[in-house]
């Protein structure tokens, strides 16, 4: 069969060498580093088991890609059956597919086999044949599990001879699952294999069981437990199968063990250990034998009401380890923590800039909403700052917490009992072990905040008594930490009202040099372009004044983010075309900003449609820098800001980012008391990179 044109989509051809390479985990960090270059990143399986049946890898791949392909289905090529039947009728069948799926993206990720059929020595071969025929260039993953540098080095030259045998074009190596002190062996010994190599370590989390998945594997069922916590991983097990002080010893973070429901003692051990201080969080208990607890024991322990999982099985002990131990897991799109976990730990030890380099994927022009957040999060992690998060007690801070840290976005202060808050924080398999956690009422920063709180506001009477009580509150301490420089930023309102977040940020930090007002924007990511909507959140009718300074600070946060300013001020008119009190309000403030701004591109009133449609820009406005093409929508007041930016989030599908606060001379932003996981963990990354251009 002659090779095929390279398609017209940029792609990249990830092939392992063996099983148990951790193809996934790869495929997620490569995924993201296309994504942010690229706006329609799709993905597709040359070969399936199943072009029916659900592929859990291609659904998780699916849920990181951009693109938006038509049909799933689509995004396979062939199945194992197809290809031992006959190879090149089935690389002709996947040659086809595959440029159907091209057409709709700019970049795919194109995965190899799994070698989870019957394991083919010359499966690389054809994975690397399937890469020349779709003009794709091949990564290589291999398996560094238990093997030292050398026999790594050796795999590795084999399979690069067997690649270059079809005339495919490896341009990386990634080494995975290595043991985490060899990794500079690792790449030393690949050093001279003729394409950049990588070593990335082993992660136990990325192949530990779920409890949910144990018990399933165990045909079990739930004896008691906080439902969420079925979510968490086993990292280990143990047969508890000595005495409960023996047991105690033993105990390590994450771990589940083993023991039978009438070993009341051992039982009530390890839920009080669980609990306590000073042991390890386990994640769950499995009661095998097909034994319930006692009837006064099943009282006492209902009566605790235990959050950690405790699962029945009707196994023997030998039975349930052995099922146990051989439990293995996916990592599927509800696998939230392990795939933070995968991409920081491929962003950690693969330099995407070399491996950017290597494939020369085009950027493109469009800024997709997905290209927006990761390079918000890589722009964070860049120059990484230190975010105070007040509302350690809920749990989506905690959740968003893990994320940030696992990803090295920024470091982080939580404020709250440290006890309670790493304990709940450890039931929910958050690692929080690189934050520090405050509680404001016992910190002993209480009595240089309060001296510090009576200088701001004795102009009010404060005293200092007064000051150290009000230190007390989770805001004020938080603000007060930004204020004397503890902390860069703080991110709060996911469990408080946005007058309890901004009102100590009036009283202690106040506005920025030449800014009276402070106001916010929302960053909406529309499909193709990522435009500033200010003030959708905090005044309610500016003034003349206000508004100019609304715009002059929200063209500076629109650069800040790197979107280039051109500032539209809005109303009912356009132009000299109409009047009106609130239409002379607008005119006059356009007017202010030009005066204080000369070099800032901005005009007004403007319509709307005017402002974003070049069509309509050049009916109404032909001589405007702005009609058009502006980037910055400066509404009238709050009323026609806020219902526009929700029309335009709910209507056309847009992600409105913020809202981010401006004005202010140092970051405090607020969340909605609705945000997710994802909304805190972009708002603190946003307030990293405001908190960078800080004294800048």
Avoid: W
Wanted: hydrophobic share 45%; charged share 20%.
């Amino acid at each position: 069969m002659t090779e095929a044109e390279p398609a017209r989509a940029s792609s990249i051809y990830l092939a392992a060498a063996e099983g148990g390479a951790g193809k996934t985990v790869i495929a997620l960090g490569l995924l993201h580093l296309l994504a942010a270059s690229s706006a329609r990143v799709g993905v597709f399986r040359p070969i399936v088991r199943s072009l029916d049946e659900p592929d859990d890898q291609l659904e998780l791949l699916l849920a990181h890609a951009t693109a938006q392909l038509d049909d799933h289905r689509g995004c396979r090529g062939v199945t194992y059956q197809q290809v031992y039947a006959d190879r090149e009728a089935a690389l002709s069948e996947i040659v086809a597919r595959f440029h159907q799926v091209a057409r709709q993206c700019d970049a795919v990720l194109v995965v190899g086999s799994d070698f989870t059929d019957v394991v083919n020595p010359s499966e690389l071969s054809f994975n690397a044949r399937v890469a020349v025929n779709l003009g794709a260039p091949l990564v290589l993953a291999v398996n560094g599990h238990n093997r030292d540098p050398h026999a790594i080095s050796e795999i590795t030259a084999r399979c690069l001879t067997d690649v270059a045998s079809v005339h495919a074009r490896p341009v990386a190596v990634i080494a995975n699952r290595c043991a985490p002190g060899l990794l500079a062996e690792v790449t030393q010994a690949m050093a001279d294999i003729g394409v950049p190599a990588f070593a990335v370590p082993e992660v136990p989390l990325l192949s530990a069981p779920t409890m949910a998945e144990l018990c399933t594997a165990l045909g079990g069922t739930v004896y008691s437990g906080d439902p969420e916590l079925m979510r968490r991983e086993a990292l280990s097990v143990m047969v508890g199968g000595m005495t409960a002080e023996n047991i105690l010893e033993r105990l390590t973070e994450g771990q589940v063990v083993i023991v039978p429901a009438d070993r009341s003692e051992v039982l009530l051990a390890l839920l009080n250990a669980h609990e306590a201080q000073g042991f390890p969080s386990l994640s769950g208990i499995i009661l095998n034998g097909g034994l319930l607890p006692h009837p006064a024991i099943d009282k006492l322990v209902k009566g605790m009401r235990p959050k950690l999982p405790l699962i029945a099985s009707s196994h023997r002990t030998y039975d349930t380890a052995e099922q146990v131990s051989h439990t293995g897991s996916r990592i599927t799109v509800d696998s939230l923590r392990k795939i933070d976990t995968a991409l920081a730990v491929m962003a950690a030890h693969v330099d995407g800039a070399e491996f950017a380099e290597r494939v020369r994927v085009p950027a493109s022009a469009v800024v997709t909403p997905q290209m927006f957040e990761y390079r918000l999060l890589e722009r964070a992690r860049s120059d990484r700052r230190h975010i105070v998060l007040p509302e350690a007690s809920d749990d989506r801070i905690l959740l968003a917490a893990g994320r940030l840290l696992s990803r090295g976005i920024v470091d982080l202060t939580l404020l709250g009992v440290e006890d309670v808050v790493r304990g709940r924080g450890a039931e929910l398999g958050v690692d929080l072990g690189a934050a520090q956690v405050v509680d404001p009422s016992t910190s002993g920063l209480l009595e240089s905040f309060g001296a510090e709180y009576t200088r701001l506001r004795a102009h009010k009477g404060m005293t200092e008594d007064r000051a150290r009580e009000i230190m007390r509150d989770i805001s004020y301490f938080g603000t007060m930490m930004v204020q004397l420089g503890i902390a860069d930023g703080m991110v709060s309102g996911a469990a408080h009202t946005t007058a309890h977040t901004i009102r100590p940020a009036f009283e202690i930090i106040r506005t920025t040099p030449g800014v009276s007002t402070v106001s916010s924007v929302f960053l909406m990511c529309l499909s193709d372009r990522v435009l500033a909507y200010g003030d959708c959140a905090v005044v309610p009718d500016p003034t003349v004044e206000q508004l100019a300074d609304i715009a002059i600070s929200s063209a500076a946060t629109a650069e800040a983010f790197g979107i280039e300013p051109r500032v539209a001020l809005l109303s009912y008119s356009t132009g000299e075309s109409g009047s009106g009190a609130g239409v002379e309000k607008v005119r006059a403030a356009t007017q202010l900003v030009h005066e204080r701004r000369p070099d800032l591109l901005a005009d007004g009133p403007i319509q709307y449609d005017a402002a974003v449609d070049e069509t309509v820009a050049a009916a109404k406005m032909p001589d405007s820098p702005v009609a058009g093409r502006a980037t910055v929508l400066v509404f009238p007041d709050l009323n026609t800001g806020n219902n526009t930016y929700k029309a335009v989030q709910r209507s056309a599908g847009a992600v409105a980012i913020g809202p981010v606060l401006q004005g202010l001379a140092k970051p405090v932003n607020d969340l909605s008391r609705g945000a997710l996981v994802d909304d805190i963990v972009y708002t603190v990354a946003i307030t990293a990179i405001q908190a960078q251009g800080v004294g800048s």
